[in-house]
């Protein structure tokens, strides 16, 4: 079926705004995750899902970070009060959620802009 | 928590040539060890794994070695091609107890024709 899909691809606000991010995964993928990655750096882990709760939030930098995965599926991420420094490519990622090891699939990247 | 360290950060040969880019890790609780390939402007993408119980794992032209003692694995491109030219990220995860997994800093690929 289709990958991991990621709207918008490209997001431009001001410094204080709020922004929201969508993630779309592989159907039938109980597993989603989201990194941030900064210009010539790997991707940071922020959050993992397994079904619809966060199993793992220890990477989201502050309070100003959320995702929801209210259905299990679609999943959103969202910044309160953005700063400059938040600029970055977000990622997105899927796995079936067997096990750590399972191969994660990601999406194409939502690239948000602070100014 | 796993701290993932890649060397070199850029890597320079002569297509036909091998590369070899090495990864550590700190958490012995790591269990897999994906390599994932990221062209300019695309989404890394998986290109070999390991995990904890296998040493040594070929895929064609890429190899992985696993040192669990040591905690250190590496990524091998034989017959290297301008079209391997990219960055290539190790990563290490837990395989039971939680799916976070941490990235290395990447190392930029070029392989000159």
């Known amino acids: 079926g289709a990958g991991v899909s990621q709207t918008p691809s490209n997001k431009v606000t001001e410094k204080g705004k709020y922004v929201e ?14 990194y941030r990655q900064s210009l010539g750096q790997g991707p940071e882990f922020l959050i993992y899902f397994q079904g619809t709760g966060a199993a793992d939030d220890s990477g989201l930098p502050n309070d100003r970070f959320f995702a929801v995965r209210p259905e299990g599926s679609v999943s959103t991420l969202k910044i309160q009060r953005t700063e400059r420094g938040d600029s970055a490519v977000y990622l997105c990622a899927s796995s ?4 750590g090891g399972d191969t994660q699939y990601f999406g194409p990247g939502t690239r948000l802009t602070v100014l | 928590g796993e701290n993932v360290e890649q060397h070199p950060s850029t890597l320079s040969v002569q ?9 550590t890790y700190s958490d012995s ?14 989404r890394p993408q998986l290109i070999i794994d390991i995990r904890s119980n296998v040493g040594e794992k070929k895929d064609q032209r890429i190899a992985v070695t696993l040192n669990k003692t040591a905690k250190h694995f590496s990524l091998h491109i034989t017959e290297t091609q301008p079209e391997d030219s990219a960055v290539y990220f190790c990563a290490a995860t837990p395989d039971t107890g939680g799916f976070k997994t941490i990235f290395g800093a990447g190392t930029r690929l070029f392989v000159k024709a």
């Open chain 1, 21 to 34: 991010l969508r993630c779309d995964p592989i159907s039938g993928h109980t597993a989603l995750y989201w």
């Open chain 2, 29 to 42: 609780a790591s269990n897999y060890f994906p390599w994932y390939k990221q062209e300019l402007g695309k």
């Open chain 1, 96 to 99: 079936l959620g067997l096990a």
């Open chain 2, 15 to 23: 297509e036909g040539d091998s590369a070899v880019i090495k990864c």
